[in-house]
């Protein structure tokens, strides 16, 4: 198959092949997405074997309005308009209950379904074209970093889907927040763009996945997505647990070549050290860190080095998702 790729000038284009049963990537203001008719069985089924994605492993439907959620989904909480009010479009996923009008591979036979309004014009354009939701997990190989560009698409699926909806790179750069609302206390299953503050301040208390509190009062599993290896590059990803420059020492020492991605403050003394860099951006900019880390991972990876060193950040507030990803893409290894 050849994947075409897709001017926005075209999302008539896209639409066609969506409601024809293929699938086509296309732009969330989070990273890309892997589209796929949510009504359509056979279509999403497709999906998983585009992605090599387990088939116990959820899809989100994406929405253009609060009328696709009340056709897919039964017993809404009040929270979902509360939140839906302040955050869609947005990088939030809602986990509901559904009614089963969707294609059983989106929920891989949960009785839950994610949904999220994405806040992207051309994602928005997409869904009201096709006027049904779409399954969309991120557009990348299953392990691999989420695609922020429609070249990272490119490099995982081409001959695999129909089309790339290229819309450039995405805002945000990690993936939505995952809400589940069917435990007694809302719980966040990933974190994501929009933090835990940001959504206590509308519903009151939500738990952590992982919280011991939350454990016994979660009816559903926890995303099961969660459970797998993530985010990885195909070149080992370690964290830094020393200063930067004694953290490219002890590698340098085990006769690695170094690809190094933080902030600017280390953009010299990579050149001096001839490292492969790339610039996460200003110090303490969590949101550039956010935005760069998935296309600095496979940057670095292509620049031919044996192992990536990667800053931490502290977890608070947006950067709570950059280490969840993170720790993934490193599988917990720190160097110090
Ligand atoms: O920002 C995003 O969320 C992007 C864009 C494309 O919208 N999508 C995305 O999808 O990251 P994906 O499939 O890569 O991650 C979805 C996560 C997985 O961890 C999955 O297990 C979880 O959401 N999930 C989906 N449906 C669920 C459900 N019914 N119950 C619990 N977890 C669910
Ligand atoms: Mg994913």
């Known amino acids: 198959m050849q994947t075409k790729l897709i001017t926005q000038k075209d999302i008539e284009l896209a639409a066609e092949c969506l409601l024809d ?18 009504t359509n069985e056979e279509a999403v089924s497709q999906i998983y074997q585009a992605k090599g994605r387990p088939n116990d492993n959820p899809l989100i439907a994406h929405i253009a309005s609060l009328t696709m959620l009340e056709e897919i989904s039964q017993d809404l909480p009040k929270e979902v308009f509360d939140l839906a009010e302040k955050f869609w479009p947005g990088p939030l996923t809602m986990i509901v209950s559904h009614n089963g009008k969707l294609a059983p591979s989106v929920t891989a036979g949960l009785e839950t379904v994610g949904v999220r309004m994405p806040a992207h014009p051309l994602a928005l354009e997409l869904i009201k074209a096709v006027d049904r939701p779409l399954a969309a997990p991120s557009a990348n190989r299953s392990g691999r970093p989420s695609p922020t560009l429609a070249e990272h698409v490119y490099e995982d699926l081409k001959g695999r889907i129909a089309g790339i909806l290229d819309g450039g790179a995405t805002k945000f750069g990690v993936e939505s927040t995952v809400l589940d609302l069917t435990s007694d206390l809302p719980t966040i299953l990933r974190p994501g763009a929009i933090t835990a503050e940001e959504l206590a301040a509308i519903i009151g208390p939500v738990a952590q996945s992982g919280d011991t509190k939350s454990a016994s009062s979660v009816k559903q599993p926890k995303a099961p997505g969660m459970k797998y290896k993530h985010y990885s590059p195909n070149v080992p990803v370690y964290m830094n647990a020393c200063p930067i420059p004694e953290a490219v020492d002890l590698l340098e020492n085990r006769g690695l070549r170094v690809g190094l991605l933080a902030d600017n403050r280390f953009s010299d003394f990579a050149t001096e050290k001839h490292l492969s860099f790339y610039n996460l951006g200003e110090p303490d900019d969590i949101q550039s860190a956010n935005h760069y880390l998935f296309a600095g991972l496979r940057d670095l990876e292509k620049s031919g080095v044996d192992v990536i060193l990667v800053q931490t950040y502290s977890k608070a507030g947006a950067g709570q998702a950059y280490m969840n990803r993170l720790e993934k893409a490193a599988a917990g290894k720190y160097i110090k």
Request: overall charge negative.
């Open 21 to 38: 049963g293929q699938l086509v990537a296309f732009p969330t203001e989070t990273v890309y997405g892997l589209g796929a008719d949510a």
